[in-house]
């Protein structure tokens, strides 16, 4: 790419180099990815990729044409095959292509502009789907951690994920992810997270109610803790109506209770999920019932950690 712009960063701690021929998704990439120079600057020694993978980003001239009620150009994701993904919008695609080891994307200079949008479903979402198959599986859970030790929270959608990550985070702890992590397995296993911001109702962001399949609210965090974790520990959360409560799960429950709660879209890699299923439950877990009250479960989140 004559001119291009080269940003390398060892995102979810793969060495991955950003090119592109314009300056604004440059700084798109630093602000959706920029957060994984904490590895280098703390000298974390797994991070991995030689030669790195490419997300190369070439914008032309251009809008999207007419837009929605919402504002921002329709996005389409499609799976050609078992490897690839594809992002469309009306006059802007990209595709990630593991086997050639790189995503490439040829977007409108309106597209860009529309900046958190172009950000989160093109440029985070084809980058994803690129690091994905280099032992870094999706996993739909929350995670937060705490000296290097994470707890997950696996759970369909609906049942508290996201609050009670938000609140583990207002109380201290280290926020991996709130809906979904990346499970490293070789040659060990690792939790990677993505913390930059959590989904929430307004309501529950002060601490009120429970979570629902209402249309939540981005709430932006900043976060400069590292995001990654090497001792993990699984609670299954779920909501009766009762008090909360914390009971103790064999590693076959466990794995059961995982093989439940495996959602579409975190089911791309049936041939891999039983090795990362297996790797989660190993040591069993925990079933995490939470109340109305999500401080409540803060607290029995602190007893796993401790």
Not at 27 to 50: A, K, P, Q, Y
Not at 93 to 110: E, F, I, K, N, Y
Not at 145 to 153: K, S, W
Request: hydrophobic letters at 40%; a neutral charge; aromatic letters at 4%.
């Amino acid at each position: 790419m004559s001119g291009a712009i080269r940003i390398e960063l060892p995102v979810l701690g793969i060495a991955t180099r950003f090119e592109t021929n314009d300056a604004e998704v440059a700084r798109c990439v630093d602000e959706t990815f920029g957060m994984w120079r904490t590895l280098i600057d703390r000298r974390v020694t797994h991070v991995t990729g030689h030669p790195p993978l490419l997300v190369r980003v070439d914008v032309v001239e251009g809008d999207e044409g007419p837009l929605p009620p919402g504002g921002h150009a329709n996005v389409r994701y499609s799976l050609p095959d078992e490897t690839r993904v594809v992002v469309e919008t009306p006059a802007s695609v990209a595709v990630s292509d593991p086997l050639r080891r790189q995503a490439t994307a040829r977007v409108t200079r309106g597209l860009v502009a529309d900046r958190m949008h172009f950000r989160t479903e093109v440029l985070e979402a084809v980058t994803l789907a690129l690091l994905s198959h280099f032992d870094r599986h999706p996993v739909h859970a929350g995670a937060v951690a705490l000296n290097g030790r994470a707890v997950l929270f696996a759970a369909p959608s609906g049942t508290g994920k996201s609050t009670l990550a938000y609140h583990c985070h207002l109380d201290g702890l280290d926020l991996l992810g709130d809906d979904h992590v990346r499970v490293q397995l070789d040659p060990r296993v690792r939790v990677w997270g993505w913390p930059s911001r959590v989904r929430l109702l307004a309501r529950e962001a002060g601490g009120e109610g429970a979570a629902s399949d209402a249309v939540k609210e981005v709430v932006h965090l900043d976060s400069g803790t590292l995001l990654v974790a090497d001792e993990m520990r699984v609670c299954c959360l779920t909501r009766d109506g009762g008090p909360a409560s914390l009971e103790p799960v064999d590693a076959a429950t466990l794995a059961s209770t995982l093989d439940a709660q495996l959602a579409p879209g975190f089911d791309r890699f049936p041939a891999r999920w039983p090795a990362v299923r297996d790797a989660l439950a190993a040591r069993g877990g925990w079933l995490l019932n939470l109340s109305r009250d999500p401080r409540e479960g803060v607290r029995l989140v602190r007893r796993v950690l401790s």
